[in-house]
């Protein structure tokens, strides 16, 4: 079973501030994936990675499949990035295993 | 496109009741997801589907079944309900190593 650890788990920062979440797991995947979720609000996908790094905005992810590694970085961060963000990792016999989340708060 | 759309929005259940929840997508999607998330604990994967006729389970399949016998729709079934399986559950469809798209959630609470 894959175990997927988030650090930090909870974040609190000020507006305009670089922001770095992690999301490390145990056991070789295909891919992965960031998501997004707003307090009482539906679930988005960020970026689904299997190698390297994807841009989209002021959201950059990046992967170290060797190292079984993924960062999800936010410039010039913003009070409306405030929300739990969350990487399910893809591969074994459960399909996706998720991390437990990190809780963003960015401050005005 | 609608998306992904489930339903009911919400549900109140008692104890030893059935129901269905449906989830139903309109992108020609292969894969099919139940998640519930519960306080503390994050996404759970209930069961999945790579596939019209096809299930698997994740990792908290007890006290559920599924069925996939049109490729738009994945149906998650609670035979017997309790009150452990008060949770708000997500449904989620993509393509092979594509991005997710998620429902908006069902509320259900068992009682």
């Not at chain 1, 797991?25 to 996908?45: D, E, F, M, R, T």
């Not at chain 2, 994967?45 to 559920?64: F, N, R, W």
Request: contains cysteine; hydrophobic residues 35%.
């Amino acid at each position: 079973k894959n175990e997927v650890e988030q650090s930090p788990q909870n974040l609190t920062a000020q507006e305009g501030e670089f922001i770095t979440i992690n999301c490390s797991y145990s056991v070789g995947i295909s891919a992965l994936h960031w998501l997004q979720q707003h307090p009482g609000g539906g679930i988005v996908s960020l970026f689904m990675l299997s190698s390297g790094k994807k841009k989209h905005g002021r959201l950059i992810a990046t992967i170290n499949i060797q190292e079984k590694h993924s960062s999800l970085h936010i410039t010039a961060s913003h009070p409306r990035d405030s929300a739990v963000y969350i990487c399910p990792v893809v591969g074994g016999a459960d399909g996706l295993t998720f991390g437990k989340g990190t809780h963003l708060i960015i401050q005005p | 496109n609608a998306g992904v759309t489930q339903t009911p929005k919400f549900r109140v259940l008692k104890t030893g009741q059935s129901m269905t929840l449906l989830c139903a997508q309109d992108m020609n999607h292969e894969y099919m997801y139940w998640y519930r998330q519960d306080p503390g604990m994050g996404l759970r994967l209930i069961h999945y589907s790579v596939g019209e006729g096809t299930t698997a389970k994740g990792e908290v399949p007890d006290g559920y079944n599924v069925s996939r016998l049109k490729k738009q729709n994945f149906l998650l079934g609670l035979e017997s309900a309790a009150p452990s399986q008060t949770s708000v559950y997500f449904c989620a469809s993509s393509r092979q190593a594509e991005r997710l798209f998620f429902g908006p959630g069902t509320r259900l609470t068992v009682l």
